[in-house]
């Protein structure tokens, strides 16, 4: 059984950081796209970041140069640090995994098969920055 399980979510001040963890079971990361998405409250789920099965990478403009996708294929685990936190980033986080997006060019944050070519997601993670 697939299982997505993120944390490291919790309550900063602006300026400040975390690190947020996808920890997966049933599967192996590798062959799969990785993408954390985030949901505001009143707002539509967008996705955040990114990263191919070959380790490349793709962040949304709203948070490039702040946030940095990575994975660890030896832990299964995909991480999302997270720099410069802003009121505008409080949002639940989710991890979602995708086979048919990995490898074929589609596995970008503007990716028109973004969420719908996600096949495993997680529970989500609680960010709540404060200014």
């Known amino acids: 059984q697939v299982q997505l399980v993120e944390s490291g979510g919790g309550s900063v001040q602006a300026g400040g950081s975390l690190r947020l963890s996808c920890a997966a079971s049933?599967?192996?990361?590798?062959?799969?796209?990785m993408v954390w998405f985030r949901q505001a409250p009143g707002k539509e789920r967008e996705g955040v970041a990114a990263i191919d099965s070959d380790g490349s990478t793709s962040h949304a403009d709203s948070v490039k140069g702040r946030f940095f996708i990575s994975k660890d294929n030896a832990k299964n685990t995909l991480y999302l640090q997270m720099n410069s936190l802003k009121p505008e980033d409080t949002a639940m986080y989710y991890c979602a995994a995708g086979s048919s997006l990995s490898g074929g060019g589609f596995c970008y944050i503007e990716s028109p098969l973004l969420p719908y070519g996600m096949d495993f997601w997680g529970n989500g993670t609680l960010v709540t920055i404060s200014s």
């Open positions: 049933g599967y192996t990361y590798s062959s799969y796209c």
